[in-house]
């Protein structure tokens, strides 16, 4: 059971809120209901997701579609927050990422970059892509992002590789570690407490990631609730290293658990 009665949440969208079904978004079963209660109650949410195929705006309306309404600035995601940092710092990136998000980073100065930004390019990681990036990081000269560092997720019923295998490979060969841009993050997790204006220990993260998201949350301080649905398998139940701090069947049972507490 949870420790005390959050103040806060952070929740998922993949796996939690919706599945992919041939690459069609559908709303888990109870989960619109779920949220909307959640908003009723007036507790401060922030959707926290790893998502980076999609800007925050474009993942807004594709939850609007099927039934969620929720403002775009009530979401984080590593595209948001990379593209941030590199206003801030007035860096020159080069991309390597999904074609449907390629479009956020055109308003930067690409030549001569002094950072590499990865995240879920799919398809597009092929050898050459891959090569290309692996030639701007070996030697150590320009800092490395990572958006997430995932294993995998789930596609119309099927685990599919996430970014971290091309993270870790490139990592390995050019011997230049990644920064993580999204979960499991502390930084991330931070970034979006800070969202709610709250502290980690009033706030409660809901996901479908053991690793991911209940365990990078955890360790930075946060309680975290793991979900039946999405990618989870039973063997997650027991984990050897990460120790949810509750177990819910779905996002309307920890929802439940959440407002019922006193």
Do not use: W
């Not at 959050?6 to 079904?21: F, Q």
């Not at 295998?165 to 991330?188: D, N, T």
């Not at 997650?236 to 049972?253: E, G, Y």
């Amino acid at each position: 059971m949870l420790h005390k009665k959050p103040r806060g949440v952070l929740c998922d969208i993949s796996g939690v809120l919706k599945n992919s079904v041939n690459r069609v978004d559908v709303a888990i079963e109870k989960s619109v209901e779920a949220f909307q209660r959640l908003q009723q109650s007036g507790v401060p949410y922030v959707l926290c997701t790893n998502e980076s195929c999609y800007s925050t705006a474009t993942l807004a309306e594709k939850l609007r579609k099927i039934g969620f309404d929720v403002p775009v600035e009530k979401i984080i995601s590593p595209v948001s927050v990379i593209i941030q940092l590199i206003k801030e710092n007035n860096h020159r990136p080069y991309v390597l990422v999904n074609e449907k998000v390629a479009t956020e980073f055109t308003q930067f100065d690409q030549t001569n970059p002094d950072i590499v930004v990865v995240g879920d390019a799919e398809e597009h990681f092929t050898y050459e892509s891959m090569n290309r990036t692996f030639r701007l990081l070996v030697g150590g000269e320009r800092k490395f992002y990572a958006l997430g560092r995932s294993k995998y997720y789930l596609d119309s019923g099927e685990l599919k590789l996430e970014v971290g295998c091309f993270i870790a490979g490139l990592e390995y060969s050019s011997q230049v570690q990644a920064e993580v841009i999204g979960k499991p993050s502390a930084v991330f997790f931070n970034q979006a407490a800070k969202m709610i204006g709250m502290s980690p220990g009033d706030l409660v993260m809901i996901g479908d990631d053991v690793e991911g998201d209940v365990g990078g949350a955890m360790s930075a301080g946060f309680q975290g609730i793991l979900v039946k649905t999405g990618k989870f398998r039973p063997k997650d139940a027991n984990h050897p290293t990460v120790k949810p701090t509750f177990i819910a069947d779905n996002l309307s049972h920890a929802i439940d658990v959440i407002l019922g507490m006193k």
